[in-house]
């Protein structure tokens, strides 16, 4: 089984920035899509980005040109650059990757906290 790290999170004040890493360890198989979920008190995780081997990135709308996914496949490694955040985006930021087999594989979480 996959096995990813995660590390960046921390507390920042809004309208600051802060970067998310992810690598993944244990790959059998290649990595096809790696992501950014999160998940505030209280709410349901939702998808914040996802990036495709190919470099074909998605945002959803409340993240959009805010954030950065980017990634680098010879380290297994995804990044989240997080910029001009704002309080609502405190949540725990969990990283998630699938392989070209479908499956599918999470990091443990790491909290952001955006004081207002």
């Known amino acids: 089984q996959a096995q990813l790290v995660e590390s960046g999170g921390g507390l920042v004040q809004a309208g600051g920035s802060l970067k998310l890493s992810c690598t993944a360890s244990?790959?059998?198989?290649?990595?096809?899509?790696m992501g950014w979920y999160r998940q505030a008190p209280g709410k349901q995780r939702e998808s914040v980005a996802t990036?495709?081997?190919?470099?074909?990135?998605n945002y959803s709308d409340s993240v959009k040109d805010r954030f950065t996914i980017s990634r680098d496949n010879a380290k297994n490694t995804v990044y989240l650059q997080m910029n001009s955040l704002k309080f609502e985006d405190t949540a725990v930021y969990y990283c998630?990757?699938?392989?070209?087999?479908?499956?599918?594989?999470w990091g443990q979480g790491t909290q952001v906290t955006v004081s207002s």
């Open positions: 998630y990757i699938r392989n070209v087999l479908g499956q599918t594989s």
């Open positions: 990036i495709t081997r190919g470099g074909v990135a």
């Open positions: 244990r790959i059998v198989f290649s990595l096809n899509v």
